[in-house]
């Protein structure tokens, strides 16, 4: 929790407590930047607009499609002749006429608005209808003596369904006034070397930008921030990192893998080099005094699932139980689908916990769990529960490790000793991304694929070609094999234009009646897995799909994958997706269907995927092309812990922040001299309190 101190607490209230923000907007505003003051003041402009512009009425022609101010006396209301119509205001200025035009609001409102006679100041973007100049909703409407507020560069925020631009301006103004003078955790000398202001002035000034060079990630402004936020960061995994490895001593007991050697009898395939190297070294940190902290990297197809299944039989052979977190359900049930067959053939008891689980079942489940019946525990983020306890939790797999915050991974660390921990993640991630993002774990790599996979034959094709695709999926049906066809988008109703995932299920409806089946993003969980199952069966032998299934999806009996608009997705989502083909012995294509023209980038992101399988090559290219925001997908999978924070424009700090943290630490291990204090403020402004509880309890 915050510190009691009223002011920093402020920060931590919700939403629905600023003035003018009622449930409604409270929601609203919880889902664009998170629930509480502080996160809408993280929320920063992405762009400006220019009001400054003031022309007169006879001059708009040469101001198409900009936003101006004009000073206009009221002419005239007209009011819409028959529903649909628009609600029109005609204003003047000594040089001519225009309308002032409204789709939505009531009369009433507009004629008190802009009365008759009176002398207004408008400002919004120009454009034209029958040759007569006019804007259309306009974003301020205020008498001459306004004009001074209304003139000038106003910030633009992303923003949400419901909640306007000068809506959210009115609150983030509200809170900036409230925004405490918190002790000074950055370094002195750091702070005079850069320029920076206080974590306070910074905090107005970015919401204050003058010119488009604020809006920079190399403006000192938003380099103080993104530091603040890095900082907090590096500090909190280091942290974590120290106390975790400093909570057991000796180990009462080392595996001897008597199941290892079980496991590897009932195998239908002989571990790879990769495989036997990374269980080496998670052998060696499972007998070492200090617990284990390891990331294992796996390109899609390596085989991370066995090993993760091997290391938690070390713990099992040490008398304690072993659990495996993935960050959908989907990707829960597939590892129930490959470590129960074999967990079972070696007289193992496996526990699957989701938020799907309700009732009796549940209770079973919780049971098992706690008295030790359950060997190994699958599941999603319901393990974090209160009520989800462990008779004697030994090792942990996180899955997709980067979907999961510093604080989901604490949680589950907490339900047991001295626990074992290893993350693992099938996004190839650069060394350079790689060092800033997880420099506090040990890592292993998985280079090889099982052997017997074929490389995956991978085309672009011009989307006018899209006839000859479903010809050739007629082929591939009758000769029993399955296809994955991808689309980026869910509804009609998005900005891009771009095929549809339910407009292309229909259109290959018309052709494969009910051989296609469908999975998005907005489908209930019991739905999707339902489909899921029916082609994991070969019930169904089209799959249209959204991103939904880039990851922990196994049909080997699917062998050609169909990305519509490949142009639109980053090289390391695409090659995320080409991984669930080419899993088994057969053949497998990949085509990736664009639309013309492509622009430089995309022609070399769709090159790229042509030339190699390596995972680790593409995501080296994808972060070159991209930056590391959308390397790991961004909202979908990507860096959810940095707001603030741009890694490719601020690399310089995240390597000044790794050697503060260590200089700090080495200096002042527990946090308690003067900036060490700061510093734990810092932890609780970036939502780090599990760090500074672990430094609390010693």
Request: some cysteine.
């Amino acid at each position: 929790m915050p510190p009691s101190n009223a002011q920093f607490s402020r920060l931590f209230a919700p939403l629905t407590t600023v003035k003018g923000v009622g449930p409604t907007y409270g929601k609203l505003m919880a889902n664009l930047s998170g629930p509480y003051v502080r996160d809408i003041l993280f929320h920063l402009p992405v762009d400006l607009i220019d009001r400054n512009s003031q022309p007169k009425i006879a001059d708009l022609r040469s101001h198409h499609g900009q936003t101006v101010t004009v000073d206009v006396l009221v002419v005239k209301h007209q009011k819409p002749a028959k529903r649909g119509m628009p609600y029109r205001v005609t204003v003047k200025d000594n040089t001519g006429f225009m309308n002032i035009v409204f789709f939505k609001g009531k009369d009433q409102f507009w004629q008190k608005s802009l009365p008759v006679a009176a002398q207004k100041v408008i400002s919004g973007k120009i454009d034209f209808y029958k040759d007569i100049p006019q804007i259309v909703h306009p974003d301020y409407i205020g008498n001459p003596g306004d004009l001074e507020k209304i003139k000038g560069w106003e910030p633009i925020y992303p923003l949400t369904h419901g909640v306007s631009n000068k809506f959210l301006r009115k609150v983030v103004d509200q809170e900036l006034k409230t925004v405490p003078a918190l002790p000074e955790w950055i370094d002195a000398e750091l702070l005079k070397k850069r320029g920076w202001a206080s974590w306070a002035e910074s905090l107005k000034q970015v919401h204050t930008p003058a010119n488009r060079n604020d809006l920079s990630p190399e403006n000192p402004v938003r380099q103080r921030l993104a530091y603040d936020e890095i900082l907090s960061h590096q500090l909190a995994l280091t942290l974590v990192r120290n106390i975790q490895r400093q909570r057991r001593g000796k180990r009462d007991q080392k595996p001897d893998f008597h199941l290892r050697q079980k496991l590897l009898n009932v195998l239908p395939f002989a571990l790879t080099e990769a495989q036997k190297t990374a269980l080496s070294e998670i052998d060696t940190d499972m007998q070492a005094d200090q617990p284990m902290l390891r990331l294992l990297q796996g390109d899609v197809g390596s085989g991370k699932t066995i090993v993760a299944l091997l290391t938690m039989l070390n713990a099992l052979e040490c008398g304690k139980q072993a659990a495996i977190m993935a960050p959908t359900e989907i990707l829960a049930r597939q590892h129930q689908h490959t470590i129960l067959p074999l967990a079972e053939k070696i007289g193992l008891k496996i526990a699957v916990l989701t938020g799907r689980d309700k009732g009796k079942s549940r209770l079973q489940l919780l049971d098992d769990i706690q008295t030790g019946a359950a060997d190994i525990v699958i599941g999603t983020h319901a393990l974090l529960e209160e009520k989800v306890e462990f008779k004697n939790l030994g090792c942990v797999v996180i899955d997709e490790q980067h979907r999961f915050g510093v604080e989901q991974r604490l949680g589950l660390m907490q339900k047991g000793e001295g626990i074992d921990l290893l993350v693992m993640t099938a996004t190839p991630i650069p060394r350079s991304l790689y060092l800033a993002l997880y420099g506090d774990l040990d890592t292993s790599r998985l280079l090889q694929k099982p052997p017997g996979r074929k490389p995956i034959d991978t085309r672009t094709v011009d989307m006018e070609r899209v006839d000859e695709i479903v010809d050739g999926v007629k082929r591939a049906i009758a000769q029993y094999r399955q296809i994955y066809w991808v689309c980026p988008l869910v509804a009609e109703s998005e900005v891009l234009d771009l095929a549809a995932a339910e407009e292309r299920y229909e259109q290959l409806k018309q052709f494969f009646g009910d051989k296609v089946g469908l999975v998005h993003g907005r489908m209930k969980a019991a739905d999707k897995d339902k489909v899921m199952q029916q082609f994991a069966k070969n019930e169904i032998k089209i799959l249209v799909a959204t991103t939904v299934i880039e990851v922990g999806v196994n049909v080997p009996n699917a062998t050609i994958m169909v990305i519509d608009h490949a142009e639109r997705f980053g090289l390391s989502q695409l090659h995320q997706l080409r991984g669930r083909i080419g899993r088994g012995d057969q053949q497998s294509t990949c085509l990736l269907l664009y639309q013309k023209p492509l622009s430089q980038t995309a022609q070399k992101r769709l090159e790229v995927m042509r030339e190699t399988e390596d995972g680790f090559k593409i995501a080296e290219e994808d972060l070159k092309l991209r930056g590391a925001g959308e390397v790991l997908g961004t909202r979908q999978s990507g860096l959810p812990d940095f707001r603030l924070a741009d890694f490719f424009a601020h690399q310089d700090l995240f390597k000044t922040a790794q050697a503060d943290v260590k200089w700090i630490l080495d200096k002042d291990t527990y946090l308690t001299g003067p900036r060490g204090h700061a510093l734990r403020t810092l932890l609780q402004l970036f939502g780090r309190d599990q760090a500074v509880h672990y430094l609390q309890s010693g």
